[in-house]
């Protein structure tokens, strides 16, 4: 296809580059410097979708970000697929593929649009009453159908092929708009050396100047001062999306979007965390479209951007135009057009009595007008064909062709960035419009976006607005007169019921809906909004809301201000999720933390688990061995002679200074005053509430200086709870807290053997049973490096932990393992670590526990410092509500009565396994393993007042059947602590 | 375990950070790492003992000689020196005799690299929430702040090159992230 509405000379396109794209598989050509709908218009292409909910054809409505109409789907295949992108917003590449949507089979032929001759089935709010029978026909027949049919864009089928980059910066000012008042702002604040940023959404700094061919010298100037100023960064392809507290601004930078993502070995955009110590918001106007019967035929367009269209593009809209505005503006754009070749059919003015220079030169020019008329109704399938003009109050009218309508109802400043910003909107009844009023931030608004007209006004009002942001005096603004256009539904004397005059062209909103709403009894504008879906599109209603709420004031007789308007959201135009997710793809999503000894694991064909962000040898398989047998072998390998644990990950926590006994008696549940030095304790860490929230062994190092161990995963908080304390609440304590979790690797040797194989590499202490008993601690050297040597306990057997800096962590546990040889060292992983304190009754804190367990639920009353004036969580075990409760959760074992069956972790226990369901539940299943000690499988239990029904039996239902089980002690495996001493 | 005094060229020590780098990071050497606490009443005798400005301001380094202590918070310091170096715990503790001080060990907690280049602080900050301009963020200044997911220690040793200290099992993410940002940039 040729450029057949392409001018000769003008605009800001290259000539010389031709462009080829496709359009739904069909070629056509542009020139570089067009976007996909400026190609696509100068091509004679004006439909391009199909809208929401009533498959009506629909055309180019806009030339910017406020497009309704005009999405499209482009990219070159699934990996770089993006959905409902504003095809007045994608630039024009070399090859680039756009599809439209929401058609089926094709635009021209689709099926879907049966439902725009039933529409009169589907009014506002229809899916609140139909379809709402019979009972399960909603969900199982109706919903289905109704969301295949309605809809925009499709998904892209492949995960995005393209790299995003993300960047934080500071600035003095951002200013938001590089038209004349943005312009005007940076420059001003430059000038003073203020760091500023400038960004607009377009290739080209310079707004609605891009379509003001006299003014491009000025234009020129302004643009080569800003490149003047090493202080502005200037960001062109910018969108600025979001207003987040404290001057945070988000910006979406186009990188290589607009070239095709040619490469994905460059970003294809980059995500700005911008905070601002002053933002200003220069984001322009956007032109309302006006409410007559069948306003949304392809052809119908706003005026302004139809001017565009030719000035800036160089491309005719049509042939013929129709001209229906209720605002001065819309006269320019019938001389632009007229001069571009474009026939003006009539303009036809809403107003009495207009006059101004606009009027003026049309009439100069020899345009027809006809005031205080309207447009009643229009004609044509796939583009308008004609439109009928009446006198407003008359019924007479007459029919024009043309294929080509222009419209306006005046301008809506773009207030979304102030309004996210929770500042409060005015309403201008000069302007009929809401305008920036009190801001919440340090935020200032600027040229059109603040109600300005004219371009003397606008470019002041940046000036003002850049003098403000650095803090100097700002003159009186320029006055204007303001234009307001026009609100609502024009009068077109016709029967409301039968016509559609469309409100939001996105989501098919008529101004029937909106009255409907009304006279079913909604008031505010929240309801109406929700009822009919008006402003609920992708735009968010960029060119429906004031005129949904102009219909809402004249059906209701109230003034808009007290009606309000809705709240804007962001993001301002829809940002494609990888800007978001930006580098954290792939292996960076999260950090992988691994042990200094993960690697001897790996290379000796661990298998691991992820715990937190940690990664933990689980076991590890000899051959063909499966968890099952491995984990079997490992445990009996402990249980008879010695195995090896890497337990690097605990968290650890260094607590030093004079009160680091007495802050330590306030924290955990134990007595702490009288532990020696040498000398290890379990300690429970309590919530205000009371309940678990860690565990840990910890060591008194000296007198000032204590060695804590905590759970893996709550390395940090329990740092941080304590860290909170200390600042807050024991303020009188002089001790400090480090985290040492990473300073030490922590090899465990444990079982019968364990003092056996790691006695010839301590150097400085004698580890006898006697010099060193159970639970005790001393500093000296392993394999020559510097430890603090834990003698302790998780698996019931003799055991050693030894931590040592974490860089000797593999040098140490390889001596050690080596040393083990002769006796049969095993290296265990987690899944037969958590076996073995299974065995034990160990409790592991997450896992026996879920945050409401008190130490006497699982039966650790014994490690209470019951003298203690006060420790975290104390009173709140004293309470009357929680002491006096006969039948909470108490830890208990499970035997099943065949021992081969291992029970689901997570699973129910009853007593009466045949009663209807829903069934009284006594407590849950919250460890479960097969024991190769026992040779049978055991289980712990949360079970209520379980202490109680030791002996007893209960059962597990499962689908089909039911599994009984008997409760026991919860330790399985040498109750009396004899295999402690090896 | 103020006595770790091993050489840094010990065979039997594992590098926390083994991988290929960015070519713009450079790993540093194993160093002597501390956790400092001094109360206000201890810092011109811990100045004394150390050589080092401990009155300097929160957020700076001060370095004397082979040894760097940066001021993280109104009363803590992170002390940077040689892996070499073993006097530290012995000269505070005598220098500091009958006064509170804490000293905790955490040279193998973390590690070091240094990040150079005209584009280091661009390649920070895009995971980085900090203002890296010159003149909020001057050479000398260091802070504890973040880097994407990972806890980092930021230390601006000249204009255009950044110290960071960062937990030994994060500096692998660390290091694949900036040499993931790092594509985006020229050197």
Not at chain 1, 246 to 251: D, F, K, P, V, Y
Not at chain 1, 406 to 424: C, D, N
Not at chain 1, 489 to 498: F, I, M, N, Q, Y
Request: hydrophobic share 45%.
């Amino acid at each position: 296809m040729t450029q057949t509405y392409r001018l000769a000379t003008g605009g800001l396109i290259d000539r010389s580059r031709t462009v080829p794209f496709t359009f739904d598989g069909k070629a056509m050509t542009g020139h570089a410097g067009d976007t996909l709908a400026s190609a696509l218009l100068a091509n004679g292409v004006h439909l391009v979708g199909r809208s929401f909910k009533y498959h009506r054809p629909r055309g180019i409505v806009s030339a910017g970000a406020e497009e309704p109409n005009a999405l499209v789907g482009v990219g070159r295949d699934e990996g770089h697929y993006t959905p409902n992108l504003r095809a007045t917003q994608v630039e024009l590449y070399h090859g680039l593929r756009a599809e439209s949507q929401n058609r089926m089979p094709s635009l021209e032929r689709d099926v879907g649009s049966i439902t725009d001759r039933l529409w009169r089935f589907f009014p506002a709010g229809f899916y609140y009453k139909t379809f709402m029978w019979p009972k399960g026909a909603w969900t199982k027949f109706f919903e289905p159908r109704i969301r295949a049919i309605a809809g925009l864009g499709r998904s892209p089928a492949a995960p995005d092929a393209a790299r995003y980059a993300q960047i934080y910066a500071h600035c003095d000012v951002l200013v938001i708009g590089a038209g004349p008042a943005g312009l005007s702002a940076a420059l001003t604040a430059a000038e003073t050396g203020a760091r500023v940023i400038i960004c607009d959404e377009q290739a080209q700094f310079g707004g609605a100047l891009l379509a003001e061919p006299g003014k491009s010298a000025w234009l020129a100037e302004q643009r080569a001062r800003l490149a003047g100023f090493a202080n502005i960064t200037m960001l062109p392809r910018t969108i600025a999306f979001g207003y987040f507290p404290h001057n945070m601004i988000g910006l979406a930078q186009d990188l290589t979007d607009h070239q095709g993502e040619a490469s994905d070995d460059a970003p294809r955009g980059r995500l700005w965390q911008v905070r601002a110590r002053q933002v200003i918001t220069a984001t322009g106007a956007i032109e309302r479209p006006l409410v007559f019967p069948d306003n949304d035929r392809p052809g119908i367009m706003l005026a302004d951007a139809a001017r565009t269209y030719v000035e800036r593009y160089a491309v005719k809209p049509g042939n013929r135009a129709v001209v229906f505005t209720a605002h001065d503006d819309a006269y320019r754009a019938a001389v632009s057009l007229h001069r571009a070749g474009v026939a003006i059919a009539a303009i036809v003015d809403l107003r009495e009595s207009p006059a101004g220079p606009g009027l003026d030169a049309a009439r100069t020019a020899g345009l027809p007008v006809r005031t205080h008329a309207t447009i009643i109704g229009t004609e044509g399938n796939l583009r308008v064909a004609a439109v009928s003009v009446a006198t407003i109050g008359e019924t007479k009218s007459e029919r024009i062709a043309c294929d080509l309508v222009l419209m306006s109802g005046g301008f809506t400043p773009s207030v979304h960035l102030f309004s996210q910003s929770r500042g409060k909107l005015a309403f201008d009844p000069a302007l009929d419009a809401f305008i920036p009023g009190t801001p919440a931030e340090p935020t200032i608004a600027a040229g059109a976006a603040a109600g300005c007209q004219s371009l003397e006004a606008a470019i002041a009002s940046g000036r003002a607005a850049g003098l403000s942001a650095t803090g100097q005096a700002v003159a009186a603004p320029v006055a204007e007169t303001g234009a307001a256009g026009f609100l609502g539904e024009v009068p077109h004397g016709r029967d409301p019921a039968s016509v559609r005059a469309f409100v939001d062209f996105q989501n098919d909103v008529t101004a029937k809906d909106i009255t409907l709403a009304l006279s079913e009894g909604f008031r505010s504008i929240e309801h109406v909004k929700r009822y009919t879906t008006t402003g609920m599109a992708t735009d968010q209603g960029k060119t429906s809301n004031m005129n949904a709420l102009g219909i809402v004031s004249k059906s209701l007789g109230v003034a808009i201000p007290s009606i309000g308007t809705t709240t804007f959201r962001m993001p301002y135009t829809p940002i494609p999720f990888g800007y978001f997710a930006g580098y954290a793809r792939g292996e960076l999503v999260e950090p992988v933390r691994e042990t200094p000894i993960h690697a001897w694991a790996a290379e000796h064909g661990a298998v691991f688990e992820d715990v937190s962000l940690w990664k933990r040898a689980r076991y590890f398989p000899r051959g063909a061995e499966t968890m099952h047998d491995a984990v079997a072998r490992e445990c009996a390998a402990v249980r008879a002679g010695v195995g090896l644990f890497d337990a690097s990950t605990l968290g650890k926590i260094e607590i030093t200074g004079p009160d680091a006994a007495e802050f330590l008696n306030r924290m955990y549940v134990n007595a702490w005053t009288k532990l020696k030095p040498g000398r290890l304790r379990y300690g429970i860490l309590l919530r205000e509430d009371g309940f678990i929230i860690d565990d840990g062994v910890v060591g008194r190092i000296a007198d000032d200086r204590f060695h804590v161990t905590t759970t893996t995963g709550g390395a940090a908080r329990v740092l941080n709870m304590m860290e909170d304390y200390l600042q807050t609440e024991f303020t009188d304590l002089k001790v400090w807290l480090t985290s040492t979790t990473e300073q030490y690797a922590v090899i465990a040797v444990q079982g019968p053997r364990a003092r056996a194989v790691i006695a010839p590499l301590v150097e400085d202490a004698d580890i006898s049973a006697a010099a060193m008993p159970h639970m005790s601690v001393v500093e000296c050297r392993v394999a020559g490096v510097p430890a603090r040597l834990f003698r302790v306990s998780f698996t019931g057997e003799l055991g050693f932990e030894i931590n040592v800096p974490a860089d000797y962590g593999r040098a140490v546990w390889e001596a050690v393992a080596q040393a083990g040889q002769a006796h049969g060292i095993v290296p265990y992983g987690t899944e037969t670590m958590h076996v073995l304190r299974a065995e034990k009754g160990y409790i592991i804190v997450g896992q026996e526990t879920d945050g409401t367990a008190t130490p006497d639920d699982v039966g650790l009353t014994w490690a209470i410092g019951k003298a203690k004036p006060d420790f975290v969580g104390k009173r709140a075990l004293a309470r009357t509500a929680l002491a006096s409760q006969t039948d909470r959760k108490q830890l208990v074992g499970l035997l099943t009565a065949d021992p081969a069956e291992v029970l689901e972790e997570g699973a129910h226990l009853v007593a009466d396994p045949a009663q209807a369901v829903p069934m009284t539940m006594l407590g849950h299943v919250t460890s479960s393993y097969w024991s190769a000690a026992l040779n049978r499988s055991i289980a712990l239990a949360m079970v209520r007042n379980g202490r109680a029904r030791i002996g007893q039996t209960l059962h597990v239902p499962l689908p089909g059947r039911s599994v009984a089980v008997t409760l026991t002690d919860p330790v399985f495996y040498d109750p009396e602590g004899a295999r402690l001493d090896g | 375990m103020a006595d770790i005094a091993l050489a840094h060229a010990d065979a039997r020590r594992t590098a926390p950070l083994p991988g290929a780098v960015d070519r713009r990071i450079e790993k540093s050497a194993p160093l002597t790492r501390f956790v400092l606490r001094l109360p206000e009443e201890s810092l011109t005798a811990a100045g004394a003992a150390l050589g080092l400005d401990f009155t300097a301001p929160i957020n700076r380094a001060v370095t004397s000689g082979d040894r760097t202590a940066l001021r993280l918070g109104p009363d803590e310091w992170l002390v940077l020196a040689p892996a070499t170096d073993a006097a530290i715990p012995g000269g505070l503790a005598a220098g500091l005799a009958g006064r509170l001080f804490s000293l905790v060990d955490v040279s193998h907690r973390q590690t070091g690299i240094r990040l150079a280049g005209p584009h280091a602080a661009a390649m920070i900050n895009a995971v980085c929430p900090l203002d890296l301009g010159l003149a909020a963020f001057p050479v000398g200044m260091a802070t504890r702040t973040i880097f994407a997911k990972a806890d980092i220690v930021l230390w601006r040793t000249s204009p255009a090159s950044f110290h960071l200290e960062i937990w030994r099992s994060f500096a692998p993410y660390v290091a694949a992230l900036l040499h993931e940002i790092g594509r985006e940039y020229p050197d």
